[in-house]
């Protein structure tokens, strides 16, 4: 017993200084320049999304494809140049001046921009996925920042409960009620709980290292978070997010504008069967004794004998099938995402309540027992550290629940497509 209490005082000797600082000089949501503490930014999740709408790069760099389809529109809409000849010979007549002028018939021009049109329309709904997928990266990334204060907070407390643990069993030491073990074993928790803090800082600056990536701020910017890991979001039917979800969803939405873009397809490969008219005028010039100058003129047209676009219009016909059978799968598949989703996010509910009504409280009041049993002498130390550790499985659990309740409800939302809070 004696090399026992010697090997503790080894150890706990020479407690660090900084053991001794308060959790809260380290609060998560302040930042220390010139000796004091100034807040950080408020920052919701409303605006968290708001700002990464306009300042993620992800996104920034998918809305610069719209300007490339969009200036497809442009030249569809562009006309054939008239083509210029002039000619000389020794034969008669000896200069000649040619224009000729391609007319498209058929409305090419007409079906070619609207088939731009549509591939910009296909490219919007590009941009909408992006922006839908950049939604629930930033929303994960803002309540996976909110459990990290979170935890950070829960192990400022623990530090709190083994330094007060810590200065009971000294008085109870210091009266002769228990032996210089138990001391040491709180100051083994004060210090284990000390590096859990540290430990849970670190993860913290992390946490928003990450989220500020995804809005795009500086690495350092500081955000003093608004909304709450508590705050969920309204209830939902499950038909309703089903109707939604057949409206809005990615997937969906990009095989129905697929599909509008290869029947544009089709109508201007119709058009295209009908061949262009090649209009020639122009002059001759001095051809004696016949004439000075004489003005000449010329149709052509190609002949569609061979070629009318049939392979073409078949491998279109073919495509619309494959994306008919395409969209009528997929739209079950995204039926049953979501009713996986939201069975999940209904199952997190129920743990989330569970912890808040039943399991929370219970361990809280065991906590509060314990501790009052061990000041009163009628428990040992064992048993308070047993409570704390208890309490403190229980609180992370809770905040675990809760991160996965706003995690199942990002994934919900991205799958029906909308915003859904």
């Not at 001391?183 to 600056?205: C, G, I, S």
């Not at 130390?381 to 706003?406: G, H, K, M, P, W």
Request: charged share 25%.
């Amino acid at each position: 017993m004696k090399l026992l209490i010697i090997v503790f005082q080894a150890l706990f000797v020479a407690v660090p200084a900084c053991s001794q600082q308060s959790p809260q000089d380290a609060a998560g949501d302040r930042v220390v320049q010139g000796g004091a503490q100034t807040p950080g930014r408020r920052l919701t999740l409303s605006a968290a999304l708001d700002l990464a709408s306009r300042q993620n790069l992800d996104l920034l760099a998918a809305r610069l494809r719209q300007s490339v389809t969009q200036a497809g529109v442009q030249i569809a809409r562009q006309l054939p140049n008239p083509t210029a000849a002039f000619s000389m010979s020794r034969d008669l007549p000896h200069q000649s001046l040619v224009f000729e002028q391609p007319l498209e018939l058929g409305g090419k021009r007409q079906r070619r921009t609207e088939f731009a049109r549509q591939q910009v329309e296909l490219t919007d709904v590009e941009i909408a996925t992006v922006s839908r997928q950049v939604r629930r990266r930033v929303r994960e990334a803002f309540y996976a920042a909110a459990l990290a204060r979170g935890l950070t907070g829960q192990r400022a407390q623990a530090l709190e409960l083994a330094r007060r643990l810590g200065d009971t069993a000294k008085s109870r030491f210091e009266a002769g009620d228990v032996p210089q073990l138990e001391v040491f074993q709180a100051e083994l928790e004060v210090a284990r709980a000390e590096a859990d803090f540290q430990v849970a800082q670190q993860r913290e600056r992390v946490s928003f290292s990450q989220l500020n990536v995804l809005l795009n701020e500086p690495a350092e910017t500081r955000w003093e978070l608004a909304s709450r890991l508590e705050d969920l979001p309204a209830q939902i039917s499950l038909t309703e997010l089903v109707q939604h979800a057949e409206q809005s969803n990615a997937e969906l939405q990009h095989l129905v504008q697929e599909q509008k873009v290869e029947q544009s397809r089709r109508t201007l490969l119709r058009a295209e069967r009908i061949p262009n008219l090649n209009v020639q005028f122009g002059s001759d010039f001095n051809a004696p004794p016949d004439f000075r100058v004489g003005p000449r003129g010329q149709l052509s047209m190609a002949l569609p004998l061979f070629t009318r676009n049939q392979g073409e219009l078949q491998q279109s016909a073919a495509s619309l099938r494959l994306l008919e059978a395409a969209l009528a799968a997929t739209r079950r598949a995204v039926a049953g995402r979501v009713e996986a989703v939201y069975f999940e996010w209904a199952t997190r509910q129920a743990q989330v309540d569970l912890y808040r009504r039943t399991l929370l409280p219970a361990a809280r009041r065991l906590q509060g027992l314990a501790e009052e049993s061990y000041r009163a002498g009628k428990s040992s130390i064992l048993t308070v550290l047993d409570a704390q550790r208890n309490i403190q499985q229980v609180e992370r659990d809770y905040l675990d629940s809760l991160t996965a309740l706003q995690v199942a409800f990002a994934g919900l939302e991205e799958t029906v497509g909308a915003s859904l809070d």
